[in-house]
């Protein structure tokens, strides 16, 4: 793979914008437009997703940096101004799950709509939003992995490389492992959640608990592989939280099948 000589897209009015922004953003509408679009061909209420938007967008953000600033707490407890500072990074999909979900939770009840069935459409958006926006990675040139000499390594500049490899140009790729799995389980999960309301052997919530155990399951993989993990006690934060997510979808699994079975909001 190339590298990227320029971590700027474009300025405007003075404003240098850079591609990690960028591809956010661009996860973000890809993930609003195919949630809406689930939702009207399950026959529920797309313009909820609108409605709720912003709000679970800046709540996730602030999630996922509130993660992240607490795993590097010893960095911004001697650094508290760079805290807000979002454009080199330092945002974590567990964060952002954490407080997205709770958000979405809490409007779903005060519309008195089902949470399971729109959190089923909610994660197949989730990850095309993380498919796109793992690019930010690159852009930044981080989340890769040890050195490769495969054709599709990542050459990173001796700047950005860890102390240990120097003396080596090109990495693995893990950010582009993760995006071709989230793609994967994007269009995975938007055809479950389409069969929910017309197959029997699935529930509302099936979509969410698949979700939690596949990306658990992959990210353990790909962390295996990271030279930049952060960690908590002797093991990667990503570990811990990987574990309690396929533990979640495992319990989830089971809970659902235990209580009577209920009709999937958008079943004809």
Do not use: K
Not at 131 to 152: C, H, K, M, V, Y
Not at 210 to 220: M, N, P, S, V
């Amino acid at each position: 793979m190339p590298s990227l000589d320029d971590p700027f897209a474009f300025s405007a009015f003075g404003v240098s914008v850079r591609w990690y922004a960028v591809f956010i953003l661009s996860g973000i509408v890809a993930a609003i437009w195919l949630i809406r679009e689930l939702a009207r061909r399950r026959g529920m209420d797309p313009e909820f997703v609108l409605d709720i938007a912003p709000w679970v967008v800046f709540g996730a953000v602030v999630g996922a940096r509130l993660y992240y600033v607490l795993l590097r707490w010893g960095y911004f407890r001697d650094h508290p101004g760079q805290m807000l500072n979002l454009r080199l990074g330092g945002l974590t999909i567990h964060g952002a799950l954490v407080a997205g979900a709770a958000l979405v939770l809490w409007f779903c009840r005060r519309r008195g709509f089902g949470f399971l069935a729109w959190a089923d459409l909610m994660v197949a958006g989730m990850a095309l939003g993380q498919a796109i926006g793992r690019w930010g990675n690159w852009a930044n040139q981080e989340a890769f992995g040890t050195p490769s000499d495969l054709p599709w390594a990542v050459t990173i500049d001796p700047s950005r490389r860890p102390d240990a490899y120097l003396d080596r140009a090109t990495f693995h790729p893990t950010f582009l492992y993760e995006s071709l799995f989230n793609l994967a389980n994007a269009a995975l999960l938007s055809y479950l959640a389409l069969r929910i309301p017309s197959d029997r052997r699935l529930r509302p919530g099936d979509g969410l608990a698949l979700y939690l155990i596949l990306y658990g399951g992959a990210r353990f993989l790909i962390e295996r592989i990271r030279t930049d993990s952060l960690t908590i006690g002797p093991l990667p934060a990503a570990y811990w939280l990987s574990f309690a997510l396929i533990a979640a979808g495992s319990i989830l699994l089971v809970a659902i099948r235990r209580r009577p079975p209920i009709a999937a909001e958008g079943t004809p």
